[in-house]
């Protein structure tokens, strides 16, 4: 994408890119006042292959003028009822470049991703207290689904809950794939 007197460039993420990309996590877990949550750096390891490896989750990054400036993370999820669907993990602009219409363009992006993938449809979760991105994305066509609540389990509830003996005599084999 270009535009304007600035040059605006998004691309997707390459392996080069993950310490620009866990910078710029980093940015948004403070910008959400959680900059304690960014666990992903305890495993260096399996980092270049979340963010830039064959499997990788894949991601856009968005430059203005040579400068990094935000980012999109998503992956495919599948929907019993609609086949293939996108989600957006997160969607971020540093504070100094919003207002430029940089989200919606990071957006648009992923939705044309979507639609190459043969996406039914792109879906994200907004923190309630985040009025400005909720207009953004009222304004572009997202609909909220108030009858559905986000559930998380926490990494020491799935050890436990996958840990715990089931109550039947049922057998189960979880092999990967």
Aim: overall charge positive; some cysteine; charged content about 30%.
């Amino acid at each position: 994408m270009a535009g304007g007197p600035d040059k605006i460039n998004i691309r997707f993420a390459e392996k080069e890119d993950v310490p620009s990309l866990l910078w710029m996590i980093q940015l948004f877990q403070e910008d959400k006042n959680e900059p304690h949550a960014l666990k992903i750096r305890e495993k260096a390891a399996n980092v270049n292959t979340s963010l830039a490896g064959d499997e990788a989750l894949p991601s856009q990054k968005m430059q203005r003028d040579e400068k990094f400036v935000g980012y999109a993370l998503y992956f495919y999820n599948y929907s019993a009822c609609e086949g293939r669907t996108l989600f957006m993990e997160d969607l971020f602009v540093r504070v100094e470049y919003r207002n430029m219409g940089l989200g919606t363009a990071l957006m648009r992006e992923c939705a044309k991703v979507a639609m190459a993938k043969d996406c039914s449809r792109m879906q994200w979760e907004v923190h309630d207290c985040n009025a400005k991105a909720m207009r953004l994305y009222e304004r572009v066509g997202g609909k909220y689904f108030k009858e559905w609540l986000s559930i998380r389990m926490d990494k020491a509830n799935l050890a436990r809950f996958a840990a715990e003996q089931a109550d039947t005599t049922m057998s189960c084999s979880t092999k990967s794939r």
